[in-house]
């Protein structure tokens, strides 16, 4: 793609030269259709090919690691709902299970099994979102149209769950509000029943379709060296070919009982990304059917009083529940001190929590590793001699969430 | 390669610098003389130990004690071996430049900018050492633990029961 007389204009760019022709400045953004979110794009331009281009984030920073050193801990559930918003319940979980890591608390192989199904299901959504408006993006807006009926079906089972869609607040530290309801069990095994059907429809509509193979193929590649120098992980590294996924090297919540692969692209470029994550569901729709149907018997949440609050008939019966109670509602459970990183692979990347505990009701600090802040700065580099098509599915492909960049 | 290795490893490399060592939760954590950090995370990018992944920067702030009251936290890891590694630099408030690792690692750069922004402390041969997520005109770093979390200015709400 970069041709000669580009990498010279290039050249003479960063050698402050003067260029013949005239440069201009472009902003993309703030607020741009095209870039899903609030990103700002000051792009210099050469006709059509991008020179040079500055990103400015922080439009929607809500500085939760602040907040958070003011809450207690299960209040902080309702802030990682609202980073990667796509995939809320896997940053949920994930933000349980530092919390179960600093306290010491094993939970039942059954919750386990429930935070997989509901995790993996977080993750179809948020891949279907990505590849569908990278497809639209690219000008095949049927798929996207296709893919919110599936998403749909995904949000009422949160629903069941939680009664929450999109910001969830799904669990709790220990397990979970309630069990599968049967209106649950109705809902995903029609799910899975019908789901593979709609995904091969969405697959044979853009994998091998020449228009959007011809716009996505060789679009803001990147080699798996400067991505790892760039800190990228999650299906935006393994587009790159390097096979690292949280869920296999550091398991959690029991996913070495499944059986699946790792998908991994080789160039790193847009059409890598987006055939990455669309075997990825394939994956996660195998995990799910596994994690179903050996859903183990047993409790639903883990037998923590002092974090897990009690039925609400016990609060007004038993003394212990009563105390129990107030003491959660109150913040006033003791913690250890402590520090403590839990990483979960989130729907773009390694999701972590690295928590500083002194035993106080609230963190003493909370940092989230937010996977797309550390490789939105891998961007400029992407699409510089791109053209400006190249950078909007660039964008689209490496799942980059407004919420989660900004905290 | 277990943690052992690696703290052994280290401390022959480095036998002035590490401070101190611990395990907490499983995770190999040290504490590095502050001049020394750049020059420990380059050893191990380069050697055979192969930390050549940065997870993470981030900065934490104890007010309650003057010689250490800044803390800048890395988390490094070695793929090929899955296994994580902590690294702690503490400094005073007055003297808080750290050496950048933006030569090492090109997304220590957002990394950096974010600990600037929220505590601070400057990065020595840093590109572009500005606030990332606050607004530029903020005028102070608002997670150290001196700014209260509401309007410092509202006398209506008494937050002494609730909050640190």
């Known amino acids: 793609m970069k041709d000669n007389a580009l990498s010279n204009i290039i050249n003479q760019y960063e050698a402050e030269e003067q260029i013949d022709g005239q440069l201009y400045t472009l902003n993309l953004g703030p607020t741009h259709p095209a870039t899903h979110g609030i990103f700002e794009n000051v792009l210099t331009m050469d006709g059509e090919r991008i020179l040079h281009s500055e990103q400015t984030v922080g439009y929607i920073h809500r500085a939760f690691e602040k907040i958070s050193e003011r809450r207690n801990f299960a209040q902080i559930t309702t802030l990682t709902d609202r980073m990667n918003y796509c995939s809320a319940p896997i940053n949920n979980f994930g933000w349980h299970m530092t919390v179960e890591k600093l306290i010491g608390c094993e939970v039942p192989k059954r919750v386990d099994y429930m935070r997989v199904i509901m995790m993996e299901l977080a993750r179809i959504g948020d891949h279907m979102i990505c590849n569908g408006v990278t497809a639209m993006d690219a000008g095949a807006i049927t798929g996207l149209t296709w893919l919110f009926r599936e998403r749909e079906t995904i949000y009422e089972m949160y629903e069941q769950i939680c009664g929450a869609r999109m910001t969830t607040n799904m669990g709790r530290i220990g397990g979970f509000e309630r069990d599968f309801s049967p209106k649950f069990h109705e809902l995903i095994q029609n799910f899975l029943k019908n789901f593979p059907k709609i995904w091969s429809q969405f697959c044979t509509l853009n994998e091998r379709n020449r228009i959007f193979m011809d716009r996505t193929i060789n679009a803001g590649s990147i080699s798996a060296e400067r991505a790892l120098s760039y800190g990228f992980t999650g299906p935006n590294l393994r587009a790159t070919g390097v096979d690292y996924d949280v869920r296999v090297a550091n398991p959690y919540s029991s996913y070495n009982d499944f059986d699946f692969i790792i998908p991994i692209g080789t160039s790193g470029d847009t059409y890598d990304r987006f055939m990455v994550r669309q075997q990825e569901v394939w994956e996660s729709l195998k995990i799910i059917e596994q994690a179903y149907k050996n859903l183990p018997e047993g409790d639903f949440h883990a037998d923590i009083p002092k974090f897990y609050l009690p039925e609400k008939a016990d609060v007004y019966n038993k003394m212990e529940a009563l105390i129990y109670h107030f003491k959660i509602v109150m913040g006033e459970t003791e913690v250890p001190k402590g520090e403590v990183y839990h990483a979960v692979e989130g729907g773009n990347g390694e999701l972590g929590f690295y928590l500083v505990s002194d035993g106080g009701r609230s963190p003493y600090r909370l940092h989230f590793r937010r996977p797309c802040f550390i490789y939105y700065q891998a961007y400029p580099e992407m699409i510089k001699g791109a053209m400006i098509s190249d950078a909007i599915v660039t964008m689209c492909s490496m799942n980059v969430i407004a919420g989660e960049l900004d905290a | ?164």
């Open chain 2, 1 to 164: 390669m277990t943690n052992e290795f690696v703290l052994e490893a280290i401390n022959r490399e480095f036998p002035e610098s590490v401070l101190h060592h611990s395990e907490p939760y499983g995770m190999l954590t040290l504490e590095i003389k502050k001049e020394d950090i750049k020059k420990v995370i380059h050893h191990l990018k380069i050697s055979s130990l192969e930390f050549s992944f940065l997870t993470d920067i981030c900065g934490v702030h104890h007010p309650e004690n003057k010689e250490k009251e800044l803390c800048v936290v890395y988390h490094l890891q070695n793929m090929k071996e899955n296994i994580r590694l902590r690294l702690k630099a503490f400094t005073t408030r007055e003297n808080s430049e750290f050496e950048t690792l933006t030569d090492l690692f090109a997304g220590a750069n957002w990394m950096e900018r974010e600990t600037f922004d929220f505590y601070g402390i400057k990065f020595k041969g840093h590109p572009d050492l500005r606030v990332i997520l606050n607004s530029p005109d903020l005028g102070y770093h608002p997670m150290l633990k001196e700014y209260r979390l509401e309007d410092g200015t509202r006398t209506d709400k008494d937050d002494k029961m609730f909050g640190r």
